[in-house]
């Protein structure tokens, strides 16, 4: 089952001899379930790709269906709406809110809906994060990786079309950054929740089901692996 679908997506920035194309008419899907990385060197335009897919910016021409809505038809506040339930964003500096703790910042989207969150589910989630005994902690006494996964608990909540991961593992040590991917591939397999990652790491590429290269702003290289 098809659940992103991108056609002929491009943005650029600036105009005449400032052009910049930093996604260049790209096209792909992704499947239901599957891991997939996109890989690139700095500047290459992975990160405005996931940020365009993520509703995060808009797109100068294309389109994008995410779960077969068109995102690039809603306006602000269906826009805002979508992110909120559709998308699960992980960021690398992990973009939490510092007055509110672990529990409060991972059920922040269900929260900003008027909704209660699922204790039952809550419980779950802590614990498969390794975050039970810190629910009531604020990020500032948390290490780095614990607040990636409180980042990727957030981004889990809501059971989202897709979770979204702009180079999760880049502010992390080795060990932290193997348990943030070991815990993505988690998401990914018990909960068949669909990742995309943007990282520059082979070692964490090779892990996906499938690899997009991208060079300034192009798609060269889809494969799958495995």
Known sequence: MEILKVEHLSKIYGSGENEVKAVNDVSFTVEKGEFLAIVGASGSGKSTLLHLIGGVDRPTSGKIYVDGKDICALDSDALAIFRRRQVG???????????????????????????????????????VLGLADRRANLPNQLSGGQQQRVSIGRAMINHPAVILADEPTGNLDSKAGEEIVNLLKLSNKQYNQTVIVITHDPDIARQADRVITIEDGKLIRDEKLG
């Open 89 to 127: 964003i992980v960021y690398q500096f992990y973009n939490l809110i510092p007055i509110l703790n672990v529990e409060e910042n991972i059920t922040l989207p269900v929260l900003l809906d008027g909704d209660a969150p699922d204790e039952a589910k809550l419980a779950e989630l802590l614990k």
